[in-house]
Nanobody, 124 residues
Framework: QVQLVESGGGSVQAGGSLRLSCVAS????????MGWFRQVPGKEREGVAS????????YYADSVKGRFTISQDNAKNTVSLQLNSLKPEDTAMYYC?????????????????WGQGTQVTVSS
């Protein structure tokens, strides 16, 4: 049974930092693309960052480049997202997702498995 369990969301002031983690189980983690997406009510879910576990190659949305960092810990089947210099517009529900390979790493339709999400709220 595939499971993706996120943790680490919370509320911070603008300029602050958070670290999100996603623990994966139930599939061959090393052959997958692991992504972080975010969604606010009434808007499409958007890709934030992703990483192809096999090579470690990373991908970022332009809006978060230089502020967010995605990383992997293969010993723990965990992918993390470090969020720095947070802005109010980063407020969203953040989801971890898994896709086989990494053909379109920031496109939500490529992803088969999803976590339940963790809320990030940034106040001004």
């Amino acid at each position: 049974q595939v499971q993706l369990v996120e943790s680490g969301g919370g509320s911070v002031q603008a300029g602050g930092s958070l670290r999100l983690s996603c623990v994966a189980s139930g599939f061959t983690y090393s052959r997958y693309c692991m992504g972080w997406f975010r969604q606010v009510p009434g808007k499409e879910r958007e890709g934030v960052a992703s990483i192809y576990i096999f090579t470690g190659r990373t991908y970022y949305a332009d809006s978060v480049k230089g502020r967010f960092t995605i990383s992997q810990d293969n010993a723990k089947n965990t992918v993390s997202l470090q969020l720095n210099s947070l802005k109010p517009e980063d407020t969203a529900m953040y989801y971890c997702a898994a896709a086989y390979l990494c053909a379109n790493p920031l496109v939500k339709d490529e992803y088969s498995f999803w976590g339940q999400g963790t809320q990030v709220t940034v106040s001004s």
